[in-house]
């Protein structure tokens, strides 16, 4: 059986920074107390997420600088269903040259060898190392950067959906 890695991580993907107005699914933004701060976040997005993480197949990983505290705290709080997802650490890679997303991503890839990859990061953007790794693996990856004042669009979230049943069947 085929099988796709979905890395998502947190700050301005599924809770953005400083959202105002309504979310890029029409709604307005719901907020929730996680614990150690309060975060906005869509409930459609939530929903596509959740959907996505039962398809057989899929395995979710939380590439976070929450690590540990998106299971505990965030999912509970916003109704996501990722509180058994595995989560990579930086375990000192954040220090010296290199992401440590990066690095720990490949790390579990090499572990897991993963059919097909998705990566959901704001920060991709502006990580060219991640990027020229990423065009190396051509079409077994899809990376997202959304945009971290509106998480996740819709259409993001689409191009998320088609890879992942692309990849599996």
């Keep these: 059986m085929r099988n796709v890695t979905l890395y998502l991580d947190v700050d301005g993907v599924v809770c953005p920074f400083g959202a105002t107005g309504n ?48 299971a505990e705290y965030l999912c509970p709080a916003i109704g996501l269903a990722g509180r058994h997802w595995p989560c990579l650490t930086a375990e000192g890679g954040g220090t010296g040259e ?51 004042r509106r998480g996740i669009s819709p259409a993001e979230l689409d191009a998320v959906s088609g890879f992942v049943m692309n990849q599996l069947f």
């Design 23 to 70: 979310t890029p699914w029409g709604s307005g933004w719901r907020l929730a107390n996680a614990g150690v701060l309060e975060v906005a976040y869509a409930g459609h997005l939530v929903d596509g997420l959740n959907q996505i993480s039962r398809v057989p197949g899929v395995r979710f990983v939380w590439l976070t600088s929450w690590e540990e505290m998106a």
């Design 98 to 148: 290199g992401w440590w997303k990066l690095a720990a991503l490949q790390e579990d890839l090499a572990a897991n060898t993963p059919d097909g990859i998705v990566w959901i990061d704001d920060q991709l953007r502006y990580e060219q190392e991640a990027l020229a790794w990423a065009g190396f693996l051509g079409p077994r990856i899809l990376i997202v950067a959304p945009d971290p």
